[in-house]
């Protein structure tokens, strides 16, 4: 067998595996359900019965459901939407990937939609359901997600944990941050991650101060939103830590970062910090700054962090004191900027890092070569001297390719982790149960700074 298709074949494997149970649109509308409490309705419905009762106690006890795997390392978990008659489709959307994507099914002829999927334990996601998404024929992936995006809502019958979560601070900003993005639903799976920093009530966490300026920069020849968050009392306070946190609205309208920034500081977990968030002049240039672009981390070293310790003498002018961080192609340009300016970023914090990027295997780029090589990065730190660096990388164990190519961030990322370990850096490497979602982000970014700067906390 040659190496392309022993590697889809091994994808395919792992996909099967993950997914195994999975009733997609094809499946039969009769098929006997993986979920045990599903097989009791539809043997139920079988006799002629309805299904009040069982909608009366997915009422009382919420959804999904959740019943026991085939082992303790994983859930099997049932997805709900009830129809009506005229119900044509239903999609789960979420952060995971599948070839044959999430469809729900119809039990029998009944009003129960349902997806079951087998989980792994301590599972944190969040997702949206897409009842009768009218797509266009042969609608590219763009217009399919906006036809879906129209319709997509929460899961009705999952109101626990509702996301994203209200905002802390309200707006001062010279431009308002964007709309709130749309809502969803949580899903979190025992054995998930505790999150006591979420439980300091809001008159014991001191707020801090979050302030919205315009920053143009000469190297880019453009301009940009930047925010500033400071802490509570940082008027008396000396040499603070900084974070440089990547993709600015995401961050602080679905993770609330500053909120997560005073609880965190409050419980003492982290010391006092400050935090600048960095946005784009335009969404279509995210995938131009953030991919390893030499002229955007010179701004970030030679103009942004000089115009912030100018406005904020209490910064520390230490790279030992400097956290880089994002997610996605946010933790390759946190990567890169700590690579390129040692000087300046002395921490790297890398939530699903893309480091399977490579100058010319981006799709749907004009000189995108399917062959070509990635994790160009990982090779540049693999030639170069040691640096003064500290790196936290975390990934989601579902994060990976449905080939089997190696190239999902999953495995990209345990390269990257074992390249590091072996020029001696110091690495502190976790994954995570769950896949590319700032839900999930908002705990691995809390447990990050803890394992960066914890250690400052009680200086």
């Known amino acids: 067998m040659p190496s392309s298709d022993r590697r889809r074949a091994i994808g395919a494997l792992l996909l099967t595996a993950l997914l195994a149970g999975a009733p997609f649109a094809a499946r039969a509308q009769d098929t006997a359900p993986d979920s045990p409490r599903l097989e009791r309705v539809r043997a139920a419905l079988a006799q002629g019965e309805g299904t009040a009762s069982f909608w009366r106690d997915v009422a009382a006890g919420g959804a999904p459901l959740v019943e026991p795997g085939a082992n303790a390392g994983e859930a099997l978990v049932t997805f709900l939407w009830r129809g009506t008659p005229a119900t044509r489709s239903v999609k789960l959307s979420w952060a995971m990937r599948s070839e044959q994507g999430f469809a729900l099914a119809r039990l029998a002829q009944s009003d129960v939609w349902f997806l079951t999927l087998r989980l792994p334990a301590g599972l944190r996601a969040s997702y949206q359901l897409v009842p009768d998404a009218d797509v266009p024929p042969g609608a590219d992936r763009m217009a399919r997600a906006r036809a879906e995006d129209a319709v997509a809502r929460p899961d009705p019958l999952n109101t626990a944990l509702p996301w994203p979560p209200a905002p802390t601070h309200a707006p001062v900003a010279v431009e308002p941050t964007a709309p709130m993005v749309a809502p969803r639903s949580v899903l979190r799976l025992p054995g998930a991650l505790p999150e006591p920093w979420l439980d300091v009530p ?38 603070l830590p900084l974070l440089v946190l990547f993709d600015r609205e995401a961050y602080l309208d679905r993770v609330d970062v500053p909120g997560l920034l005073d609880a965190l500081i409050a419980q003492r977990r982290i010391p006092p910090l400050a935090a600048v968030f960095v946005g784009h002049p335009a969404p279509a240039l995210r995938g131009t700054e953030l991919p390893a672009n030499p002229a955007f981390a010179d701004f970030l070293a030679q103009e942004l962090l000089p115009w912030l310790r100018a406005r904020h003498p209490a910064l520390s002018p230490e790279a030992r004191d400097v956290v880089a961080a994002g997610s996605s192609y946010g933790g390759l340009a946190a990567a890169w900027a700590g690579f390129r300016h040692p000087e300046a970023f002395g921490n790297v914090l890398a939530l699903s890092g893309s480091f399977w990027w490579g100058p010319r295997n981006v799709p749907r780029q004009p000189d995108f070569d399917r062959w070509g090589e990635g994790e160009w990065l990982t090779r540049e730190f693999a030639r170069s001297e040691r640096l003064p660096l500290r790196f936290f990388i975390t990934a989601g164990r579902m994060e990976i390719t449905l080939t089997g190519d190696g190239g999902g961030i999953l495995d990209t990322s345990r390269h990257l982790r074992t390249v590091l370990q072996a020029k001696g850096y110091p690495v502190h490497y976790q994954e995570f149960a769950g896949g590319h979602d700032y839900y999930a982000w908002r705990g691995e970014l809390a447990q990050g700074l803890i394992a960066l700067l914890g250690d400052r906390a009680a200086q």
Do not use: F, M, W
Request: charged content about 20%.
């Open 202 to 239: 809001t008159p014991t966490a001191k707020r801090g101060t979050l302030a919205h300026l315009r920053l143009a920069s000469q190297r880019l020849a453009n301009e940009r939103d930047v925010s500033i968050y400071l802490p509570a009392g940082s008027a008396s306070a000396q040499r």
